[in-house]
């Protein structure tokens, strides 16, 4: 009935004006929605979630309204042909979509708000559409008193001092209309580096001031990934400009709010962590979704496929722009794996299925598209592509709506590809990997080899050793070492170590069970390697393997972080808590260290790690244990069950109850219903 109801006026533009008050996790805010009647109505309505209205107007005028605490409808006649303006006043403390972080620490200059509106809804912090299909050009007019960064949905044009405070309103100026839930702000500590597109847009990098050596590394590639995309694509880039923002506890890797990327901190990373975690496949994902899921936009979830499958194999072929066809197959074959894995168990998935996974939405999505391009040839493909993004521009599409387009770009019937690839659930893996053998000969080589190797399996070694010096691909020497390392002799594996690129060597020390003594020092110098992923394992492993030499290994990697994590520096501090005869004077201040990375001033992942390695060796302390009951209620959810899944464990132990129930005084109302509900069970 009301999406009927809705159906009958059409919002144009909204000039919105909000306020945030971070300590009190509260947003006051106006918005003045103009829209069209193309019916005559006798109401509209807007969703609005927890939310107290002083003031609901159209045209100036008071209006009655009902809210029933998710959603504000005001009755009124209106005729056909009308345009009216719709203004509300409001005050809003939203439980998700907008996050307020570091407000209430001790620590200077981590204080941040952010917002995440996909799945999470913007009608929590806005009256405005849970419905993707009303499209709204949104004008942000943000008023904050402290003296922070304000970035939000498209072109600053004005940012005034406010005249008793340190903080400024900050005016965004929108040209086009865009759904609801990619309406986003972010606030923090930030400074910024702006470079343009060869077509001119400006895109602005935003990072914290004690993270500028990271910024190189973090963004590398950006313009080239913008230049490429729009090329690509074939049709301009559609907004006026273009932001990244590092945040905080983000939900996600990234999101792709219009004009306004908010991605994880996590990969704001140095020269070093870049070999094994960057951000150029989220870079070139998120920033695909400007036209694939912003420009053009599902109807409903089921149409899902339209936004990520396009997304990530944009992104893939960015990706094969930058690091080569190799790289780019390879990838294709590691999802081809996963997705093998995943359909083999009888979990696969439609893509058409509205309630489908990620793994199906992203890379079976993008494999979806790989082989409609290989299917229909790749001028047909650009062309349907580009007829596409044209014709449904600001709107909502269907994945009818798609297939349409490319039937008539490749003047072919693609009936038999939709049932293949978006309504069946099992994931065509044999095809796919003759794709790949055809495409790629270092994935032909591989599975030539793995064959033969399967044929004779006592022959590892020398099928292996044979083909060694005419492999080529860095791809596919990993792999091998990968899967057959644990088989190998030392003497290769030595051969292996110093003769190959940083990835390879990663994949002799990650395939083996034992470090064999002959391999001792040539392992040892992977402690120096320019990877943390290889530093973390050496470093286990040679602490685990030889035992003598356990304080010479942690003296040459104390000082050593690691990811943005701090993976190498939690690992480091575990083993020398655990390792008696290392520098007994200091075992408490390490042990202080480590339990510190449990506070919420860090990131969830830290946390986690943190909270792993004590819960390991037993030295949970009261600080500790109410930092884990905090982070049981925290928002990122699968931090959350891994925390419920810890402290569980913990309350299996004979008086660990009473413990927790002696740190009752300490908690907040949430934390002490949240323990009451978990002892009772």
Not at 199 to 215: G, H, M, N, Q, R
Not at 602 to 613: K, N, P
Request: charged residues 25%; glycine residues 4%; proline residues 3%.
């Amino acid at each position: 009935m009301s999406a009927q109801i809705q159906d009958k006026v059409d919002f144009l533009h909204a000039q919105v004006w909000i306020e945030p008050e971070p300590v009190e996790n509260r947003i006051h805010g106006t918005v003045t929605y103009q829209f069209e009647v193309i019916k005559d109505v006798d109401s509209v309505y807007l969703d609005a979630v927890n939310m107290d209205f002083s003031k609901v107007f159209i045209d100036g005028k008071k209006m009655d309204y009902v809210y029933d605490g998710k959603k504000i409808t005001i009755k009124t006649d209106l005729k056909k042909g009308g345009q009216h303006d719709l203004s509300l006043a409001y005050v809003a403390k939203p439980k998700q979509t907008v996050y307020f972080l570091g407000w209430d620490d001790a620590v200077r200059n981590n204080e941040q708000v952010w917002t995440q509106g996909q799945g999470k809804y913007t009608s929590h912090w806005l009256p405005s559409f849970d419905d993707m299909t009303e499209k709204v050009e949104f004008d942000l007019e943000i008023t904050l008193e402290q003296a922070y960064t304000v970035i939000a949905n498209g072109k600053l044009i004005k940012k005034e001092p406010l005249p008793d405070s340190n903080g400024y309103t900050w005016q965004f100026d929108m040209e086009k209309p865009m759904s609801s839930y990619l309406v986003g702000f972010a606030i923090g500590n930030y400074n910024k580096k702006t470079v343009e597109s060869s077509s001119a847009i400006p895109i602005e990098l935003y990072y914290e001031p004690t993270d500028v050596a990271k910024v190189e590394p973090t963004y590398r590639y950006t313009e080239a990934i913008f230049d490429f995309l729009e090329t690509e694509i074939g049709v301009p880039y559609p907004w006026q400009d273009y932001k990244q923002v590092p945040v905080q506890d983000f939900l996600y890797a990234g999101m792709e709010n219009t004009t306004c990327t908010i991605f994880s901190n996590q990969y704001v990373v140095d020269s070093i962590a870049f070999v094994d975690k960057n951000y150029v496949n989220i870079n070139a994902h998120e920033l695909a979704h400007q036209w694939f899921g912003n420009l053009v936009t599902e109807t409903s979830s089921e149409h899902h496929w339209l936004h990520e499958g396009f997304a990530t194999f944009y992104a893939y072929l960015a990706e094969k722009d930058i690091f080569g066809e190799d790289y780019f197959y390879w990838r294709l074959l590691e999802t081809a794996k996963a997705l093998e894995r995943f359909s083999g168990d009888d979990n696969g998935e439609a893509l058409r299925n509205p309630n489908a996974g990620s793994l199906t939405f992203y890379e079976k999505g993008a494999w979806a598209l790989v082989m409609l391009e290989d299917r229909i040839g790749e001028e047909a493909f650009k062309k349907g592509i580009q007829n596409y993004l044209n014709t449904y521009a600001f709107k909502n599409v269907t994945i009818p709506n798609f297939m349409d387009e490319m039937e008539k770009a490749s003047n072919m019937a693609l009936a038999d590809f939709e049932t293949v690839w978006l309504e069946n659930t099992h994931f065509p893996y044999g095809e796919v990997v003759s794709f790949l053998k055809k495409k790629n000969t270092s994935i032909q080589t591989y599975f030539e080899l793995k064959d033969r190797i399967g044929e004779e399996p006592e022959q590892v070694e020398s099928v292996l050793k044979r083909a060694w010096k005419k492999l080529k691909s860095t791809q596919l020497k990993e792999n091998l070492v990968l899967d057959y390392g644990s088989k190998l002799s030392s003497e290769f594996l030595s051969s292996i170590l110093d003769s190959e690129d940083v990835k390879v060597r990663q994949a002799v020390v990650l395939s083996q069970a034992k470090i064999p003594a002959e391999l001792r020092l040539q392992m040892e110098s992977l402690l120096k390697d320019d990877s943390y992923t290889t530093i973390e394992a050496a470093l286990y492993r040679l602490w685990s393997d030889f035992p003598q030499n356990r304080s010479r290994y942690l003296n040459e990697t104390d000082n050593i972080t690691g990811f943005p994590n701090k993976n190498i520096r939690l690992l480091w501090l575990t083993l020398a808590l655990v390792t008696p005869e290392y520098n007994p004077d200091f075992k408490a201040s390490y042990f202080d260290e480590l339990s510190g990375y449990t506070s919420s001033e860090h990131h969830f992942e830290t946390r986690l790690l943190a909270f792993e390695y004590l819960k390991n060796i037993g030295g949970f302390t009261d600080t500790t244990l109410k930092n884990l009951v905090e982070a049981c209620s925290h928002h990122v959810w699968h931090f959350k069950k891994s925390a419920r899944e810890i402290l569980n464990g913990f309350l299996q132990s004979e008086g660990n109850t009473a413990r927790i129930r002696g740190l009752y005084p300490l908690l907040s109302q949430e934390e002490k219903q949240y323990l009451e509900k978990t002892l009772a069970e």
